[in-house]
């Protein structure tokens, strides 16, 4: 069973920059899609950013497009650079991971196999 850990959130003013990685607990084997979603208050889950499994690449939903940017390191390693953050940016943020079937990136929900347990990210006016 896939662990992923999340890290890097905090409060920030607008305008401001945050980091967040995500990390797997245990070294794995295989090759894995990741994603980063995001759910803010009374609001349901929704898709920021993904990756496909060697990191070429890449697409973000409209909200975050210019400001956030995905990276990934290795198999169940995945970085969101979050910058110009927005009070409506504020949210808890998941990782996930999905084991590559192909070089395609994953955009939904229920695509992905594996999910952290989140980090809050909150962004002041």
């Known amino acids: 069973q896939v662990q992923l850990i999340e890290s890097g959130g905090g409060l920030v003013q607008a305008g401001g920059s945050l980091r967040l990685s995500c990390a797997a607990s245990?070294?794995?084997?295989?090759?894995?899609?990741m994603g980063w979603f995001r759910q803010a208050p009374g609001k349901e889950r929704e898709f920021v950013a993904a990756?496909?499994?060697?990191?070429?690449?890449t697409t973000y939903a409209d909200s975050v497009k210019g400001r956030f940017t995905i990276s990934k390191d290795n198999a169940l390693t995945a970085d969101l650079q979050m910058i110009s953050l927005k009070p409506e940016d504020t949210a808890v943020y998941y990782c996930?991971?999905?084991?590559?079937?192909?070089?395609?990136?994953?955009?939904?929900?229920?695509?992905?196999?594996?999910w952290g347990q989140g980090t809050q990210v909150t962004v002041s006016s």
């Open positions: 996930a991971a999905k084991p590559a079937l192909s070089n395609n990136y994953y955009t939904r929900i229920h695509e992905y196999t594996y």
């Open positions: 245990a070294r794995t084997s295989g090759t894995y899609a």
């Open positions: 990756v496909n499994w060697n990191g070429g690449t």
